[in-house]
């Protein structure tokens, strides 16, 4: 088994007296992540209508690409021919990889799996493309991402318990695959994937199994995949405080505000979201916790930044009513606006949890996030 590499490491500044909560710093190779932390999504190595440029002045620390669609386009020979993800894509922080196995999962039509992997065909042009979880690990190798994820299988929100117990005990198995094929410990974490649905005992089965591997971080996955709030809540605040307290602990798929905040109490560490720029670019704001839809007409006429308290480029320099105007004319610029401060809205909210959890003011000062839902 490859031994954990110095180069990652977690260090934990400082607890919350009330809860769960802890505010820390993960070191990677290309810099540290001040955690809690929202991640930003860049699927195809972009997130998109973003330049890497912008989302520094979000003030992102680490960004996402997906596996399996970076595999079928452009192919990860190119981008490790262009010097791994980080180069291809002038992004120069922490970057993620995830497995591609939710991706793969989702394609219930198009895909076989047997304990071997994943047989699928390719939705951009029907090619038979065989996953293993060898193979997801020698594509995640190739991109150089500074955290890669192990190759799980992901089973549906409302799976019985044959289905969930069958899927959490293969994750297992295709976990120590994933070990052993990884051939960059040094200067890419390996992550586990704690499976299990919303049945806690399966989730507490596996959080004892994939510890005892020991391995750089690990991750709750197979939440929000259709459940409802109130399951997803359950599942994360009983499996968070299981995990390493000393390793980074990284919640897959998450990005509202009450979701991450009740998540931070549980002591997760690490989220992403599409939410921000699937928002922008269906004219929709993240404001304060607010959603706003700019193409309503109360905003034509209404001089006002979108968000005084915000010091993103969109706030400090243009108008609600130039973006109404901008999303009712179906302008590109109005969406890629709208996502520049959307990012930066969610980042902010994980930053100010961070420095209330410094001062421990974290369940007073985010009080009315921390209900739990319905």
Not at 290 to 300: D, E, G, I, S, V
Request: neutral net charge.
């Amino acid at each position: 088994m490859p031994l954990p590499s110095v180069n990652f490491t977690y260090q934990c500044q400082a607890r919350c007296s009330h809860s769960q909560a802890r505010a820390g710093i993960f070191q990677t190779p290309h810099g540290s992540v001040e955690t809690p932390r929202f991640m930003p999504v860049g699927t195809l190595a972009t997130v998109k209508g973003i330049t890497p440029a912008q989302l520094a002045d979000t003030q992102a620390q680490m960004v996402l690409a997906n596996t399996y669609h970076l595999h079928l386009q452009p192919g990860e020979k190119i981008i490790a021919a262009a010097g791994g993800v980080h180069k291809f894509m002038g992004w120069p922080g922490p970057m993620l990889t995830d497995s591609g196995g939710f991706q793969v999962f989702s394609l219930s039509q198009l895909r076989t799996i047997d304990e071997r992997g994943v047989t699928f065909r390719s939705p951009r042009d029907g090619r038979l493309i065989d996953m293993t979880p060898e193979h997801s690990i020698q594509i995640q190798n190739a991109l150089g991402a500074d955290v890669i994820m192990a190759f799980d299988e992901c089973p549906p929100g409302q799976g019985d318990r044959p289905m969930v117990e069958r899927a959490t005990a293969r994750t297992y198995r295709w976990l120590e695959r994933c070990i052993e094929a990884h051939q960059r410990p040094q200067d890419q974490a390996l992550f586990a994937i704690v499976q299990g649905g919303t049945f806690l005992d399966l989730r507490s089965q596996a959080a004892a199994e994939l510890i005892a591997l020991d391995l750089p971080g690990y991750a709750i996955g197979g939440v929000s995949v259709g459940e409802a709030p109130a399951l997803i809540d359950k599942v994360v605040q009983h499996t968070a405080p299981l995990l390493p307290a000393h390793k980074p602990r990284y919640l897959m798929g998450v990005g509202t505000y009450r979701e991450m905040a009740r998540a931070i109490f549980a002591g997760i560490d690490l989220f992403d979201c599409v939410i921000p720029t699937r928002f922008g670019r269906h004219g929709t704001a993240l404001v304060q916790g607010q959603r706003w839809n700019l193409k309503n007409a109360t905003f034509r006429e209404d001089y006002r930044p979108l968000d005084e308290t915000c010091p993103c480029y969109t706030c400090q320099t243009f108008s609600r009513a130039y973006l109404n105007h901008l999303i009712r004319s179906r302008e590109m610029l109005g969406y890629i606006l709208l996502s520049l401060h959307n990012i930066t809205e969610l980042i902010r909210f994980t930053q100010s949890i961070r420095q209330a959890i410094l001062n421990d003011t974290f369940t007073k000062d985010f009080a009315y996030w921390l209900t739990p839902p319905e």
